[in-house]
């Protein structure tokens, strides 16, 4: 755990993850659903309440005075980010980035891949990803496939693409 500016950053369990889902929930509402079809909405919603979806995750959370203030998770052994949302009242703070770094530190992948929203492509442009392919939708859920190449001998990132 870290402590950075009253930001603490944890590892999170499986029940610190499904206390976050109303985080999760409120977040994609405000910033995300707003550009997904009903059927969309509703296989996120489907998605962050399958149990088995939420215990393949690795999960860091930001805390504020205690009060969950934000969440990245990976799954595929961390080659994936599944979830990264931060409070709106806390975006532009450096907290997805505290985030981001936490879950890279102990990533031991080459890449990383994420399916980005429109609202967060740039968000993941400025932590290092590149856009690898245009617009894409599954199930009503639409987004940007990106990745972000590691250079696991020195431990820095990489945006060179394939």
């Not at 930001?7 to 550009?35: G, R, S, T």
């Not at 996120?44 to 088995?52: G, N, R, S």
């Not at 205690?66 to 532009?92: C, M, Q, T, W």
């Not at 102990?106 to 932590?127: C, D, G």
């Amino acid at each position: 755990m870290t402590k950075e500016n009253q930001i603490m950053i944890e590892k999170l369990n499986i029940n610190q993850i499904k206390d976050a889902l109303p985080l999760v929930w409120e977040v994609f509402c405000k910033y995300e659903a707003v550009n997904y079809p009903e059927n969309g909405k509703q296989a996120f919603w489907d998605a962050i309440h399958d149990p088995d979806y939420l215990n393949a995750l690795t999960a860091y959370g930001a805390f504020i005075d205690g009060k969950p203030v934000g969440i990245i998770a990976l799954r595929n052994e961390g080659s994936h980010i599944a979830l990264f949302f931060v409070d709106g009242k806390y975006h532009r703070q450096g907290i997805g980035r505290k985030l981001f770094e936490t879950s890279l530190a102990e990533n031991t992948n080459s890449r990383i891949t994420v399916h980005s929203s429109e609202y967060a492509q740039e968000v993941y442009a400025r932590l290092g990803f590149v856009r690898k392919d245009e617009m894409q939708e599954e199930g009503g859920i639409r987004y940007i496939p990106m990745e972000m190449l590691i250079n696991s001998d020195l431990g820095n990132k990489s945006t060179k693409g394939d």
